[in-house]
């Protein structure tokens, strides 16, 4: 796995690298399923790679959890 990122991406890339962002992905989906899985009025846009919503939603979202305010500009990037 190291090799083929360290050809695409460049040699400056480690293992530590490659486990550093699995593991922040993986917190990243944990907490996003913990608070969308059950909501209706948002949506993924896979384009942006954040999750969408009408300003009104979002805003009576945030009040009842205020936690979730970085989701609303939040975009999951890729390695």
């Known amino acids: 796995m190291v090799e ?9 890339i480690t293992k530590n690298h490659i486990k550093n962002r ?8 944990d907490e996003a399923y913990d608070l969308f ?10 384009i942006t790679r ?3 919503a009408e300003d009104e ?3 009576e979202f945030i009040k ?3 936690h ?3 989701w609303r500009k ?5 390695l």
Not at 74 to 78: E, F, L, N, S, Y
């Open 4 to 12: 083929a990122l360290g050809s695409t991406i460049g040699p400056s």
């Open 22 to 29: 699995m593991k922040t992905l993986k917190n990243h989906f």
């Open 37 to 46: 899985h059950i909501l209706s009025g948002f949506s993924w846009d896979p």
């Open 50 to 52: 954040n999750f969408h």
């Open 57 to 59: 939603v979002w805003d």
């Open 64 to 66: 009842g959890q205020p």
């Open 68 to 70: 979730a305010a970085r």
């Open 74 to 78: 939040m975009q999951i990037k890729a």
